[in-house]
Structure formats: C-alpha cells, structure tokens
C-alpha cells in the first residue's frame, strides 16, 4: 500500500512558485525544522522539491527572478491577494 503513487496537479505558476520556497526552505535545514519539526514529513516534502526541480526548466534560466516575479504576481492576481511586494519572507 506504501508504494502506491499520488499525483497532485498544480498550474505550472504554482509549481514554480512553490519550487522556489522549498529551495529556500529547504536550504536552510533550521527554517524547515522550524517550519516541519516531523522529520518523516520531509521525504515527502523532498520527493515534491526533486520532482518539481526536475519538470521546471525555468528554475535553470537566467531570467529566473523576473519569471518568477511574474508568476507570483499572476497567482496573486487570480486569488485577489495583495502584491507580491507585501508577502512576507
């Protein structure tokens, strides 16, 4: 029963977006024991960031800030959430 797959699907905006912060939480392994102090969360918190790292190409262009600012700010558009500029880090 544990080797049964589960298949989330995000817009690609989401998926970028999301990439990012697991970058930055995950790059500092004391934000994400503070964030997710259950270790046995993260595999499936590294399962999510390898994949997305691995279907995105933008996280490898150099125009990545730029798209990445976008997104969010397509996201934030589509929920009627305040700037990007606001959100905090």
């Known amino acids: 029963m544990d080797d049964e797959s589960v298949l989330i699907k995000l817009t690609r905006d ?17 934000k994400l024991d503070a964030i997710v102090p259950d270790r046995a969360v993260w595999s499936g918190i590294y399962a999510i960031s390898g994949t997305l790292e691995t279907t995105l190409p933008e996280v490898f262009m150099p125009d990545y800030a730029g798209r990445l600012d976008e997104a969010r700010q397509r996201l934030l558009g ?5 700037e990007a500029d606001d959100r905090p880090r």
């Open 78 to 82: 589509a929920m009627g959430g305040e």
């Open 14 to 30: 989401q998926a970028f977006v999301l990439s990012d912060w697991l970058y930055d939480v995950m790059m500092r392994s004391d």
